[in-house]
């Protein structure tokens, strides 16, 4: 093998960004054996198991697109997926392998403009010819297997004119299929590479593939068609499709909160101090130097009503928050309820600390352990929100916007989850401290701080959700 080659597949470079732990222990490490083979459909193929690939070499516009294709499933496809379980949801390995076929094939397509591929190039000639053998056997599965594996390939326009004409319900059948494809892939992450769950089945299980059984659900489905009307055939589908994408709960990819305990020792007279304002009314005149200077005479002072609002405080590391910023967050914070979140590994271990409440905080050398990782982000917003004592309350998140999930799962539909949280409470997301000490000084001279607001990769889910006015 050439080094040209090996670098046109590398499939263990890809790998090494995978998260999915029985991947890593079983493969990673491993040097893969990258055979060339001819670009014929059926030859090419990754071996999880073996760590061996197939692929055409050399620059031709089919030898590219078969390439990716394969490199596409060495970055995104489950190393193995125990039989037992797809026949437990009530798959088959054939509709399964077809829908990750679909997905695959759908991801590369999005991407071809950016890696220069020609997805026209995907086609060799031999599915126009399965195509005319399974409408002159009057085949209807075996189409549908066609229709299916034509998607997002350069022969889908091809193989549905040869299908058609002979089915065509078929036709309105794909286009069921297509849009609840992309109603379903927008509820998942089709390229997440994160495991839900360290235990169990799930964790051989790359999150994006979640998405290839809700098609392979679909699909299950097609062909379990009995020759009822085609009408009722479609409706049928229709709202079976409907119900699973409704239906569809995927795992929690949360952590769950649990409070560790600072004790809250401090109070007014420490860098935390009740805020005093001066006002004309009031039972003890301080301010005689007033009676001079101010034409009101607000000689007296008036104690501000404490304010219920919560500040949720993301400690990940990437935040790299310092005692500094806590203190400083927590002294603009006067009478709010502060509360800051990191995720320690250890089950059980304390996650989430509130460090002020009701006028009293922490004591610098009591501060929480912070600088881990993030996993309960929205569970700690969930918690903020419940805190309120108003509505007017304001919840301020300070979070630079990378959320992560369990096994450090990141997948924009964590954003996702996040943007249409903040939409719904009006919480105002921070990206730093310094963020945080203005809004709530804000807050504190009377003003009511704009809400909702986004940052980062929240702030792109929103604009995308079209949350943002
Ligand atoms: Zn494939």
């Not at 006028?359 to 610098?364: D, E």
Request: charged share 25%; with cysteine; proline share 5%.
């Amino acid at each position: 093998m050439s080094g040209l080659h090996s670098i046109a597949a590398a499939p263990e470079w890809l790998i090494s960004e995978r998260r999915d732990t029985a991947l890593l222990e079983d493969v990673l490490g491993e040097p893969w054996e990258v055979k060339h083979c001819p670009a014929t459909r059926g030859v090419p193929h990754t071996d999880f198991a073996n760590r061996r690939m197939a692929v055409p070499s050399g620059g031709s516009d089919l030898s590219r697109v078969v390439r990716h294709h394969e490199l596409l499933h060495a970055l995104l496809s489950p190393s193995h997926v125990p039989e037992e379980y797809i026949r437990e949801i009530g798959l088959s390995p054939r509709s399964v392998h077809l829908a990750e076929e679909i997905r695959i094939n759908s991801i590369l397509k999005e991407n071809a403009k950016g890696l220069g591929l020609k997805i026209s190039a995907f086609k060799d000639g031999s599915e126009m010819n399965e195509a005319k053998n399974a409408v002159a056997s009057n085949d209807l599965d075996h189409a549908i297997h066609l229709m299916c594996a034509s998607i997002a390939t350069g022969s889908e326009t091809s193989v549905g004119r040869i299908l058609f004409a002979e089915f065509p319900e078929l036709k309105k059948v794909k286009k069921v299929l297509k849009s609840k494809m992309r109603e379903y892939w927008q509820r998942n992450s089709t390229y997440a590479t994160g495991v839900y769950d360290d235990k169990g089945m799930a964790h051989a299980i790359p999150r994006g593939f979640v998405a290839t059984l809700g098609v392979a659900q679909l699909i299950e489905k097609l062909w379990r068609n009995d020759g009822e009307d085609e009408g009722e055939y479609l409706d049928r589908i229709n709202s079976q499709a409907n119900n699973m994408v409704k239906s569809t709960t995927r795992a929690n990819p949360w952590g769950s909160l649990v409070f560790g305990s600072v004790p809250l020792t401090e109070s007014g007279n420490g860098f935390l101090s009740r805020s005093r304002s001066a006002s004309a009314t009031g039972r003890q005149p301080r301010r005689l130097h007033r009676l001079i200077s101010d034409p009101d005479r607000k000689v007296f002072d008036r104690v501000a009503r404490k304010r219920g609002g919560i500040v949720v405080v993301d400690g990940s590391g990437s935040m790299s928050l310092d005692e500094e910023d806590l203190k400083a967050i927590v002294k603009a914070a006067s009478g709010c309820t502060v509360v800051v979140y990191s995720f320690r590994h250890e089950p059980n271990e304390p996650n989430i600390w509130v460090v002020a409440r009701d006028g009293r905080f922490v004591s610098q050398d009591e501060f929480p352990p912070i600088g881990s990782d993030n996993v309960v982000d929205l569970p700690a917003l969930e918690w903020g929100v419940r805190q309120r004592k108003d509505r007017k309350d304001p919840v301020i998140w300070v979070s630079d916007g990378q959320v992560t999930g369990i096994s450090r799962y990141t997948g924009k539909d964590l954003d996702i989850e996040c943007a249409q949280f903040i939409h719904k409470h009006k919480i105002i997301q921070v990206k730093n401290a310094r963020g945080a000490v203005e809004v709530l000084s804000e807050f504190a001279r009377g003003k009511t701080p704009h809400s909702p607001q986004f940052v980062g990769d929240i702030k792109v889910a929103a604009k995308e959700l079209r949350l943002l006015d």
